[in-house]
């Protein structure tokens, strides 16, 4: 039996019971040996698969699979609350780790041609809103049922409403005729919790919603903003990529308490910085991501926040900013790149990817 066989029997994927799996995107170099760091090297397990590992804590296992070597996925047995103590430990306390931000629009159409059977909602918008006179400051809604989504997509075409309508989870049910059936619920983080009888299956799933994110990211840093000299004696060169921009479906109704939040430090957003306003009243920070260390030039105006993204940036910066503004501030936020407001809308890659 291969050691990925091992795994799935080990983890026992069946209609009556739920296995999760925490996808961490990793930004490092050497893999095994930051794991070894990260969890000890004495609870770590080798396989003879050199990108999988078993990782022992006090509450149980994870089988850990860096395959992918940027997105690291842990599957496991045990309950959601203990597997999540000790993933959740490990992100918080290293900077070059990071939860996998889902756009809003990859949960709402999470799979080609399956609507989901249970949806939920999670705005919260009252830090960022501040006192603004807004329509909807926060929107938590879960439906259940073939129809899930037929009342979110009636609410979502309300001017009233649609910035609030932000999707932080779905379920849904897949069947392949040679593979198996599977229940798939995931959060907007990269959490997955499924049940059924195919964990080839559920592979596929991860697989095909992890390739959307990383198409995303990888694009966000293809377009990044770089200089490369001609090393000439005239000197010169050539400049490339352009500024990540947002553009708001409302205007920014308190800009004080939008900066103080968004660069208080804090998760989710997890980026720090100082504004200053110019004389045409655009807010400028020199931010620092602590995700990766990475500085930040962003300009934000009434209704648009732009990113002067350079190149060697991490693109899950882009994704984790994406993200949280659609579940705290504007649900119908668009990026003004086409290719990147393509990558972040609601077209999936094939499922084959």
Known sequence: ????????????????????????????????????????????????????????????NFWVDQL????????????????????NRWVASRTDLDWMWLPSEHLRHIWPGVRARRVKTNFSGQALLGNGSVDTEDLKV???????????????????????VSFDGVETILSDPDSG???EAVHRMGRFAV?????????QFVRTVVARYNNFITLCEENAISWQSFGSEEGGGKFAGGPVVLRFSRPIPDRTAFLDELF???????????????????????????????KLRMDI????????????GCGNTIARLVSNLQHRFDAALTLVNPVLGEAVGKHPVSSST
């Open 1 to 60: 039996m291969s050691d990925r066989a091992t795994m799935a029997s080990d983890l026992a994927l069946s209609p009556g019971s739920t296995m999760k799996t925490f996808v961490v995107e990793a930004h490092v170099n050497a893999s095994e040996d930051y794991l070894f760091e990260l969890a000890g090297k004495r609870n770590v397990e080798r396989t003879d698969d050199a990108f999988l590992f078993r990782v022992h804590t006090d509450d149980g």
């Open 68 to 87: 992918n070597t940027r997105f690291w996925s842990f599957h496991t047995g045990m309950a959601a609350g203990k597997a999540a103590t000790s993933i």
């Open 181 to 183: 059936r599977i229940r």
């Open 195 to 203: 049940s059924g009888d195919s964990f080839e299956l559920h592979q």
């Open 142 to 164: 879960q439906l259940s049922g073939r129809n899930a989504e037929a009342l979110l997509d009636y609410i979502s075409q309300s001017n009233e409403f649609r910035s609030a």
């Open 264 to 294: 208080s430090c804090r998760v989710p957003f997890r980026l720090w910085g100082v504004p200053s306003i110019s004389n045409d009243g655009v807010a400028e920070v020199e931010a620092v991501d602590l995700h990766v260390g990475q």
């Open 301 to 312: 105006g009434d209704s648009w926040l732009r990113v002067y993204f350079e190149a060697g």
